[in-house]
């Protein structure tokens, strides 16, 4: 299957934008008109650069406001048309988007749309060019993909056909169904976007909020699906109208589009890949800083382990139960930061090959004589994510641990939370998907001292597997991050860990009112949450008996906190209504 973008997808100017598409590995551009006409280069000299680039110009589009008007309005129509015809000539291209009618149409005639649509068309035949109709979702007399193809077929003309738009079809709630009766040759183009679900008019959802297959809420593996059972051979195309994506780096992004198509390619069976790896459960998380000695003391007073030193590396490896954290110093960059995290999979060799596939950047991981290779790719933001197997040897690496004292912590990783950048949120969402093959839930808004933080749970079906990203107002800085380890007795470990000498977060005396107003909860419990700075969460649970949620956070060392938690009964969620306070108390403590 060719994969192919249009150049309004990007930022920059048309030359870059070829760049950056040839570069992701595209076969073809849709060129934008405002594109050549901003450009310096001349259309043949657009064309001889595509042609060293090996990309195809697939279509040139959009051409506005032709069917459904007077013939004073079609005669100009017909001028517009012919000099864009010659112009595409030059191009070498033989593919024009005819939109439906959003601006001009003033005649609500199927005879008289039809009519025009074939005398466009035979203006068209004489240059060469065929013509794809497209319904606008906003379009005044024609807004619907199966109206539009009732037209193509009473024109009736050899080089007149559609073009299907996901965005145009599914935000308007049609039924894509009816696609499969649209002969594959009739379709001449197909042009894809996912959109967030989002309340508000046609025109602005679709200008400022389309979406990269795979980050949204439309069913694109259904549509697609719809359109190859047509019989439709063209490209994959991606139209997607976005205001961060048409501000970030170019070359970035046109790599992000790439996966998305190759993702979707996956899924609807176009183009297969490996099956994503089923993670089994959390290997470890790595931690990086050029000196993270704080880390150490916080560490040894929760209850973790000192596991030893790498023999060959300037690492160090603590554990508590299940959960292992590599403190990891080969690094000048200061810290400490999140920056890694290993996941157990059957194959970690294919889940690498996968996810370059992908086009996710290899990993290389120096290993000496008895040492267990690690195949690993980086995140969009430099999250290294290593694959491992059940059986995790590289432990056995590490030299000169201590004994486990009695009431030292054992548990499993809970979540992973990661903060990301505002202009990446969308691509992260997009990586986790496709990689790891995790599900994304809904975004949900939480209140902080610096704005909005919108965060967006990536997971496993069963759990195993949790990773909250969020994401801070483009004018605040980065959350700190951190690992969650979930423990059998969060109260215990929180006074073990208070006798040890590791103060936690504060927590204001006003939440546990507030706690007190929410809960009908025991005077002595509550005395105890506040002594212990722990926070409380309550639900009716999955079966509906209750289920409950304690924790408590540590300070934050350079861009990482860690987090406990115990979770009774079936309770799902990660205390959503104490993160506001948590980011109110974490901004308090400097």
């Not at 070829?18 to 008109?33: K, S």
């Not at 042609?51 to 959009?62: C, T």
């Not at 382990?305 to 554990?319: A, D």
Request: net charge negative; aromatic share 8%.
């Amino acid at each position: 299957m060719r994969t192919s973008i249009a150049t309004v997808c990007l930022s920059g100017g048309l030359v870059e934008k070829l760049h950056a598409c040839a570069a992701a590995g595209f076969d073809g551009v849709e060129v934008m008109d405002a594109d050549l006409v901003a450009a310096y280069e001349s259309p043949e000299e657009v064309r001889a650069l595509a042609d060293r680039l090996g990309l195809r110009l697939e279509m040139y589009q959009p051409f506005r406001d032709v069917e459904g008007t007077d013939e004073a309005t079609f005669a100009d129509t017909l001028r517009r048309a012919e000099a864009t015809f010659a112009q595409m000539q030059r191009l070498g291209t033989d593919l024009v988007l005819v939109c439906s009618n959003s601006g001009t149409a003033t005649v609500d005639d199927d005879a008289v749309a039809a009519d025009q649509l074939g005398r466009l068309a035979d203006l068209a035949a004489s240059y060469g060019v065929r013509v794809a109709y497209e319904a606008l979702a906003w379009g005044r007399y024609v807004n619907d993909y199966r109206h539009a193809w009732r037209l193509v077929q009473a024109a009736d003309r050899p080089n007149l056909g559609t073009c299907l738009d996901s965005f145009h079809i599914l935000s308007r709630g049609h039924d894509p169904a009816a696609i499969r009766d649209i002969p594959g040759e009739k379709i001449y183009f197909l042009q894809l976007a996912d959109a967030p679900a989002l309340q508000m008019d046609l025109l602005s959802w679709s200008r400022h909020h389309r979406l990269f297959p795979g980050e949204g809420s439309f069913d694109l593996v259904g549509f697609v699906g719809h359109v190859l059972a047509a019989g439709y051979d063209g490209p994959l195309s991606l139209e997607v109208f976005n205001d961060t994506f048409r501000q970030t780096d170019v070359v970035r992004t046109a790599a992000h589009a790439h996966r998305s198509l190759a993702w979707l390619a996956d899924r609807a069976g176009s183009d297969p890949l490996a099956a994503p790896p089923p993670p089994s459960a959390v290997d470890f998380v790595e931690i990086a800083g050029d000196d993270l000695g704080e880390l150490d003391e916080t560490l040894d007073a929760l209850g973790f382990t000192f596991r030893g030193r790498h023999r060959t590396k300037r690492v160090r490896l603590w554990s508590a139960g299940d959960t292992h954290v590599v403190l990891d110093e080969q690094t000048r960059e200061p810290g400490p930061r999140l920056a890694g995290l290993g996941v157990r999979v059957p194959d970690p060799a294919a889940a690498a090959d996968r996810a370059a596939a992908l086009g996710a950047p290899r990993l290389f991981r120096r290993a000496y004589a008895g040492e267990q290779p690690l195949h690993g790719v980086a995140a969009p933001d430099g999250t290294r994510v290593w694959f491992g197997t059940d059986d995790p040897t590289w432990t056995g690496e590490f030299e000169g641990g201590a004994t486990p004292r009695p009431g030292d912590l054992t548990g499993v990783v809970d979540h992973v939370n990661l903060a990301q950048p505002w202009q990446d949120f969308d691509e992260a969402v997009l990586f986790y998907t496709s990689v790891l093959g995790l599900t994304s839930g809904a975004s949900t808004d939480v209140p902080g001292p610096a704005g909005l933080v919108r965060s967006r749970v990536m997971r496993t079906p069963d759990g195993v597997l949790r990773i909250p990203l969020n994401m801070a107002p483009p004018t605040a800085p980065l959350p700190a991050q951190h690992v969650a380890v979930a423990c059998d007795d969060v109260v215990g470990a929180a006074r073990r860990a208070r006798e040890r000498g590791l103060h936690f977060l504060p927590v204001p005396a006003n939440y546990y009112d507030h706690l007190a107003a929410r809960f009908d909860l025991p005077e002595a419990f509550l005395a105890e949450l506040r002594e212990l700075d722990l926070l409380y969460d309550r639900d009716a649970g999955a079966d509906g008996e209750g289920s409950e949620f304690l924790h408590f956070y540590t300070p934050t060392v350079g861009g990482v906190f860690l987090e406990l938690v115990e979770r009774r009964g079936t309770y799902d969620g990660y205390g959503a209504p104490n993160a506001a306070v948590r980011l109110a108390a974490q901004r308090a403590a400097g």
